[in-house]
């Protein structure tokens, strides 16, 4: 096992560090107010002024390994710098290396056909629009992609889309022009796992209607957010939409899933390092009982607790990146599963400890902690909870056992 850095990565980790220092934290109130000006819904200023300075930094798409747009970086490489990303909730879009669009553009690059490349990836990379995946669905429990009933239905050249979805994000942000939807398309296939297929449908598609938005924690994460979208009687060409072929789209979304599950991991140490530093910031300015709340012995065991916390979630991350890169997503499945459940529990952890330490201010947008702690709780459900992960890695674990190996 290696986890050295490699020069590439230190190299961008100083510039990505100094872009952050430089245009990120001193405009954390910029956002937040242009967002709580006027429509919530529209792009911010400040995210548009400082996507064409990282662009011209060369600090853009960072995430894609395998493009001649990309940095070329492997996950190993990329993991600090999604660690310092992390540290502000809307920093990644600015280098163009946020969800859902990572992930679709992951998808397109890898299975889409030239025509889709052409028309929607391209202005993908090149962050002119937006995308959204539409996968979870309000009536089944969406954690087994099996259960997923909006279908697919061919007719002729075209495929007829009906079904509801919700937790689609982006999906309500006006720069969202694409998004990857997954049904069941062959429900009587005796593999319960080709039964599904995956399409690309352009957002202005009739019959695609976005219901609502979908505050979390009363959180409304505006402008990108998170919507429930209605599909009925959707209309699109085979040609135009589908991607590697029918009944793959299981497997599609689990090739999407392994690095998406990761990057969130990364951007979590970033969101619990940001924690640890407003705690200790707090609580060496704070005095009570005749001393500084950072002498009081919880609050040190607290900060002890946080740092190892934080340093051994790291270094699962970290191995968990560096099998990606050398045996591949499949053979790494319980290394990610295992960064799944550690990142989003130690973040929460982590961040409600720093809460405690800022006494009444740490439940108000004051601290900046409120929000963190909305956003680390809910990446314990999103991309797989923490029940099918464990359920996963206890299965295989036991399956080494019944092999004969220690």
Same mark, same amino acid.
Request: overall charge negative; some cysteine.
């Given at each position: 096992m290696e986890f050295s850095y490699s020069q590439k990565s230190k190299d961008l980790m100083a510039r990505v560090s100094a872009f952050m220092d430089e245009h990120i934290y001193p405009n954390e109130a910029r956002f937040d107010e242009e967002v709580n000006t006027g429509d919530r819904w529209q792009p911010t200023e400040i995210i548009d002024i400082l996507k064409e300075k990282a662009r011209a930094a060369g600090l853009w798409n960072l995430f894609l390994?395998?493009?001649?747009?990309?940095?070329g970086l492997t996950n190993l490489e990329y993991a600090p710098l999604a660690e310092i990303m992390g540290r502000v909730k809307w920093a990644s879009e600015v280098f163009n290396c946020s969800a859902p669009d990572t992930g679709n553009m992951e998808v397109l690059a890898r299975y889409g056909n030239?025509?889709?490349?052409?028309?929607?990836?391209?202005?993908?990379?090149? %962050?002119?629009?937006?995308?959204? =995946?539409?996968?979870?669905?309000?009536? !089944? @429990?969406? &954690?087994?992609?099996?259960?997923?009933?909006?279908?697919?239905?061919?007719?002729?050249?075209?495929?007829?889309?009906?079904?509801?979805?919700?937790?689609?994000?982006g999906a309500n942000d006006p720069r969202c022009k694409v998004l990857i939807f997954m049904g069941k398309s062959d429900p009587d296939n005796a593999d319960r796992h080709k039964q599904q297929t995956m399409?690309?449908?352009?957002?202005?598609?009739?019959?695609?209607?976005?219901?609502?938005?979908?505050?979390?924690?009363?959180?409304?994460?505006?402008?990108? %957010?998170?919507?429930?979208?209605? =599909?009925?009687?959707?209309?699109?060409? !085979? @040609?135009? &939409?589908?991607?590697l072929g029918e009944g793959r789209g299981f497997e599609i979304a689990q090739g999407?899933?392994?690095?998406?599950?990761?990057?969130?991991c990364m951007r979590l140490i970033g969101v619990a390092e940001r924690a640890l530093e407003k705690m200790c910031q707090r609580t060496l300015t704070r005095v009570t009982f005749g001393k500084p709340v950072a002498e009081q012995t919880v609050t040190l065991e607290r900060i002890a607790e946080a740092r190892i916390r934080i340093d051994q979630t790291r270094l699962l991350v970290l191995n968990a990146a560096w099998l990606m890169d050398t045996v591949g997503n499949k053979a790494a499945r319980k290394e990610i599963a295992m960064i799944k459940v550690a990142a989003?529990?130690?973040?929460?952890?982590?961040?409600?400890?720093?809460?405690?330490?800022?006494?009444?201010?740490?439940?108000?947008?004051?601290?900046?902690?409120?929000?963190?702690y909305a956003s680390s709780r809910t990446l314990r459900i999103a991309d797989g909870p923490d029940e099918v992960h464990r359920n996963q890695i206890g299965k295989m674990e036991l399956a080494r056992h019944k092999a004969g190996h220690r």
């Open positions: 390994p395998e493009s001649a747009d990309g940095a030239d025509a889709q490349k052409a028309r929607w990836l391209k202005p993908l990379l090149a %962050g002119e629009i937006r995308s959204a =995946f539409a996968m979870t669905e309000p009536g !089944v @429990a969406s &954690s087994d992609a099996t259960n997923i009933e909006a279908r697919i239905v061919r007719d002729g050249d075209d495929y007829v889309l009906n079904g509801r979805k919700w937790w689609t994000s399409l690309v449908v352009p957002m202005n598609t009739p019959g695609v209607k976005v219901l609502r938005h979908l505050p979390v924690f009363g959180y409304d994460d505006a402008p990108h %957010g998170h919507a429930e979208v209605d =599909f009925k009687d959707v209309r699109v060409s !085979v @040609a135009d &939409s589908l991607l999407r899933l392994g690095p998406g599950r990761i990057h969130h989003a529990t130690m973040a929460c952890d982590v961040v409600d400890w720093a809460i405690q330490a800022h006494g009444g201010c740490g439940v108000t947008e004051d601290s900046g902690l409120p929000h963190l």
